[in-house]
């Protein structure tokens, strides 16, 4: 049994809604099959602050599995993050007007941390339940990657996070109506992917060593 915290965003980017805190808001005081609790929270979509909020959290609920969730508008899979690195890269500013522009996120930190979920396994069980997924080898440059980077930092210096990582997700339906040719994933999947990653992660002790790299 663990203490789970699932975070989404807010929008950002001039949309209305994001749909990583669409989906993470309905597990709001869920349980996993095995007991573990879920709390859940919106990140503000800002560099620097995201990352203490999340921090905050983690303490508040003693999270020891963790869980950012991110809108990847334009990606067509859902995308479990292998790695975050050390730098804001910002091509649009934050929602506080935020833009730094190839900065270390930590002076003394890695260049870059793993993501502690499983998530070969992850890609695994989201395929065979039918949802497009993949391992993805670049959660970006932007707050996203940011606060992955922050999370992962956080979790090398307070072992009792058991599991950490990110899951970028595609829009949903009605953003895509507005991004002629962009991919986008029902409500319905984006909540069943969630809810598998979740599983998993609770009941897995170590990945799947399975094929699942990229060529480029
Ligand atoms: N996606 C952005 C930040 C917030 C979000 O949902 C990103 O991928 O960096």
């Known amino acids: ?21 669409q989906a993470v808001k309905q597990f ?3 349980t996993t099959s095995d007991g573990s609790h879920i709390h859940v929270a919106e990140l503000p979509c800002e560099f620097g602050r995201a990352t203490e909020v999340l921090r905050h959290l983690i303490q508040q609920h003693q999270a020891d599995i963790v ?3 991110g809108q990847a508008g334009g990606r067509s899979e859902i995308s479990v993050e292998r790695v975050a690195i050390n730098v804001d890269d910002a091509r649009i500013p934050d929602n506080a007007g935020l833009q730094p522009i190839d900065e270390a996120i930590e002076a003394t930190g890695e260049n ?10 992850i890609v695994y069980e989201l395929r065979q339940a039918g949802i497009p997924a993949h391992v993805s ?11 992955f980077y922050g999370l992962m930092h956080y979790a090398r210096q307070h072992p009792h996070i058991k599991r950490a990582g990110f899951i970028h997700i595609p829009y949903l339906p ?32 170590k990945d799947l060593k399975l094929s699942d790299g990229s060529l480029s």
């Not at 870059?112 to 396994?121: D, H, Q």
């Not at 080898?137 to 606060?147: D, E, F, M, P």
């Not at 895509?176 to 969630?194: K, Q």
């Open 1 to 21: 049994m663990a203490s789970i915290l699932l975070t989404g965003f807010t929008p950002f980017n001039h949309e209305t809604t994001n749909p990583s805190w």
């Open 28 to 30: 709001a005081g869920k």
């Open 67 to 69: 869980i950012c969730v």
């Open 112 to 121: 870059a941390y793993f993501s502690t979920l499983p998530i070969k396994a």
């Open 137 to 147: 080898q670049s959660a970006g440059t932007y707050v996203c990657n940011h606060v």
């Open 174 to 205: 009605e953003q895509a109506v507005h991004h002629p040719g962009a991919a986008s994933m029902s409500l319905e999947n984006l909540l069943n992917s969630l809810s598998l990653a979740l599983e998993v992660t609770t009941k897995h002790g």
